[in-house]
């Protein structure tokens, strides 16, 4: 799960993809900007088959390669 | 760091030099650099293109500038009122192009009405409204998402998350709006060999809160670098009708009612004002904070949001690109 989290913010940032670390925190960072974070979370929909509702559009969730990773581990785990 | 922020920052207090100074800017640069013989303007009786044609008016001569109204099918009729009305006041001269019948053409409410339905089916664009939404705090770390909301013939609202394909295919529809406008503009301004005088605000164009090519295009902006509070000032002064300066902005874009603080901008304008200006100018949090009534790490993500939004809208500021 993380691996397919990496490649897709890897291959679908604008900036140096090789600077990402895990934890690097891609929005505050400027690794994606709005049209690319609404891009993410139709990938995390559609590759994981979760639904993102209002409130789980917090920084905890979304902040990091590994913040994504926990987030879609509890979505997938509560399904 | 600066310091020293205070509320009245913004207030011109020279108002006469700087309206005189813009008006002959506006004169000089476009006999010199343009050379061109006068203006026009697109009006809609919002305070921004007024306070433009205001403006232009003074600096060309009313004979010399000519003003369009663009409404479409999805206008507020106040708008074709409120543009006359300013029109007569500036004794310039106003037609009215309607675009609706070029949108049909486009195929722009037809491909907005598709992604619409797409998300809601029972979406009929005959008794339906709808509007875009934003879904972020502007205090938040994570840029917004984007919702769509439509309203039924008895008022009931409803509202859905946006997907990335869907939201794209509503503003990029919306935009043939603009863009079409910029084309009807430029045909009466070769027609008369006169320059386009654009209307966007400093927070329009440094925000990116405009259509490239489309609002976006112009030859000149004469209000470019004037802040929206700024904007009212100098409209007030020039003599814009009060019914025009006290219109809350908006967008006028989709079917249902949206402010541009709803649609855009989240804060209310003397408060975004006075915050942009203080992330500009690169006062200190802590002074910003404590005249704004905000927390310093408050003021810290509010200015980090404003960076994101300048960096996320510089390709709608670019030029293009050549070798």
């Known amino acids: 799960m993380k691996e397919a989290v990496r490649t897709y913010i890897k291959e679908n940032t604008f900036k140096e993809a090789n600077k990402i670390e895990d934890s690097t925190l891609i929005f505050q960072e400027g690794f994606f900007d709005s049209m690319g974070f609404v891009m993410l979370i139709d990938f995390l929909e559609e590759h994981f088959q979760v639904k993102t509702s209002d409130e789980d559009l917090v920084e905890e969730n979304f902040e990091s390669i590994d913040a994504i990773t926990a987030y879609i581990n509890r979505k997938t785990n509560a399904n | 760091m600066k310091t020293g922020f205070h509320k009245d920052i913004l207030h011109i207090q020279n108002i006469d030099e700087v309206v005189e100074s813009i008006v002959t800017k506006l004169k000089t640069d476009t006999h010199n650099q343009l050379k061109r013989y006068g203006g026009v303007v697109g009006i809609s009786g919002g305070i921004d293109s007024s306070c433009t044609l205001a403006l232009a008016a003074k600096a060309f001569g009313p004979q010399r500038v000519f003003s369009i109204m663009l409404p479409e099918k999805d206008s507020s009729s106040d708008s074709e009122k409120l543009a006359r009305k300013l029109a007569e006041k500036f004794e310039v001269e106003a037609i009215v192009e309607n675009i609706s019948g070029a949108l049909t053409g486009f195929g722009c409410y037809e491909r907005r009405d598709q992604a619409v339905r797409h998300v809601f089916p029972e979406y009929d664009p005959a008794s339906y409204k709808m509007k875009i939404g934003i879904k972020s705090a502007p205090q938040s770390k994570l840029p917004p998402v984007f919702s769509v909301i439509i309203i039924d013939p008895d008022g009931k609202e409803k509202s859905a998350k946006l997907s990335a394909k869907d939201y794209m295919q509503i503003v990029a529809a919306s935009n043939f709006k603009q863009r079409t406008r910029m084309s009807m503009l430029y045909y009466h301004a070769e027609r ?58 908006t967008t006028d874009t989709y079917t249902a009612e949206q402010t541009q603080e709803e649609f855009f901008y989240q804060f209310p304008f003397k408060t975004m004002d006075l915050l942009w200006y203080g992330y500009e100018n690169e006062y200190h949090p802590e002074n910003v904070a404590e005249v704004m009534g905000y927390s310093k790490e408050e003021i810290l993500d509010i200015f980090s949001n404003f960076k994101r939004k300048q960096e996320t809208t510089a390709y709608l500021r670019m030029a293009p690109i050549k070798w």
């Open chain 2, 192 to 249: 008369l060999h006169y320059a386009v005088i654009g209307t966007p605000n400093k927070h329009e164009v440094e925000q990116g809160f405009f259509v490239k090519y489309g609002d976006g295009g112009a030859d000149i902006m004469p209000i470019g670098h004037l802040y929206k509070t700024q904007v009212y000032q100098l409209s007030e002064y020039l003599g814009v009708p009060q019914e025009i300066i006290d219109r809350t902005p």
